[in-house]
């Protein structure tokens, strides 16, 4: 992993976890893999805001077939640093995808709680098929059983900040990604 000046970190951030390489490798793994899986096929890569927003965007540029890319917003962080179950639409997709190759497109999988309910949501609007891709997977945390085809790197049980995930709204441009200081959350 190549090394972040310890000095350059924002006061908050404790550590880089994972760095701008390690993160690229991670993206051009599963672009590839997509790109087999499929071949000759077109997909809809449903990004969930705002999160996923720099994964995505280079995730497509690794995956060398057709694509179509759409949003949806979802919100399940109630207090910025626990999520509290509740998962609501904030923006839908434009594009309809029944009888479309789906795949959701997230930045970090944690309790599980947003894409039990996305999947459930776009199940029932009956595509072809449905996978997920997420950069992080948090071992051991999901209370629900989700399969997800496509994983990143597997994201030790910290608050992870940086390449799109945030803390307030804040380090979402960091282009490492990097774990808060619990001081900065806990009272
Ligand atoms: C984060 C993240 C995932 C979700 C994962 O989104 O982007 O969508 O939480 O958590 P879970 O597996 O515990 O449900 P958040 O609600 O913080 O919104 P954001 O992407 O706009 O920051």
Same mark, same amino acid.
């Given at each position: 992993?190549? *090394?972040?000046?310890?000095?350059?970190?924002?006061?908050?951030?404790? &550590?880089?976890?994972?760095?701008?390489?390690?993160?690229?490798?991670?993206?051009?793994?599963?672009?590839?893999?997509?790109?087999?899986?499929?071949?000759?096929? &077109?997909?809809?890569?449903?990004?969930?805001?705002?999160?996923?927003?720099?994964?995505?965007?280079?995730?497509?540029?690794?995956?060398?077939?057709?694509?179509?890319?759409?949003?949806?917003?979802?919100?399940?962080?109630?207090?910025?640093?626990?999520?509290?179950?509740?998962?609501?639409?904030?923006?839908?997709?434009?594009?309809?995808?029944?009888?479309?190759?789906?795949?959701?497109?997230?930045?970090?999988?944690?309790?599980?709680?947003?894409?039990?309910?996305?999947?459930?949501?776009?199940?029932?609007?009956?595509?072809?098929?449905? *996978?997920?891709?997420?950069?992080?997977? &948090?071992?051991?945390?999901?209370?629900?059983?989700?399969?997800? &085809?496509?994983?990143?790197?597997?994201?030790?049980?910290?608050?992870?900040?940086?390449?799109?995930?945030?803390?307030?709204?804040?380090?979402?441009?960091?282009?490492?990604?990097?774990?808060?200081?619990?001081?900065?959350?806990?009272?």
């Amino acid at each position: 992993m190549q *090394e972040v000046d310890k000095t350059t970190l924002p006061l908050e951030v404790s &550590k880089v976890i994972f760095g701008e390489d390690e993160i690229q490798e991670a993206v051009k793994r599963i672009g590839e893999q997509i790109t087999q899986d499929y071949a000759g096929q &077109k997909v809809l890569l449903v990004t969930v805001l705002k999160g996923a927003f720099i994964f995505m965007a280079d995730l497509v540029r690794a995956i060398k077939g057709d694509v179509e890319i759409d949003f949806m917003a979802v919100s399940s962080y109630g207090d910025g640093s626990k999520s509290s179950g509740v998962v609501r639409i904030i923006k839908d997709l434009n594009a309809s995808v029944e009888g479309r190759h789906v795949i959701i497109v997230e930045d970090i999988l944690d309790s599980g709680l947003t894409l039990t309910y996305l999947l459930r949501n776009l199940k029932s609007r009956k595509p072809l098929s449905i *996978e997920v891709a997420t950069l992080l997977f &948090k071992e051991g945390k999901q209370q629900a059983n989700i399969r997800c &085809k496509y994983i990143g790197l597997m994201c030790p049980d910290e608050f992870v900040v940086g390449y799109g995930l945030d803390y307030n709204e804040s380090y979402r441009n960091l282009p490492y990604i990097g774990a808060l200081d619990a001081s900065a959350y806990e009272q």
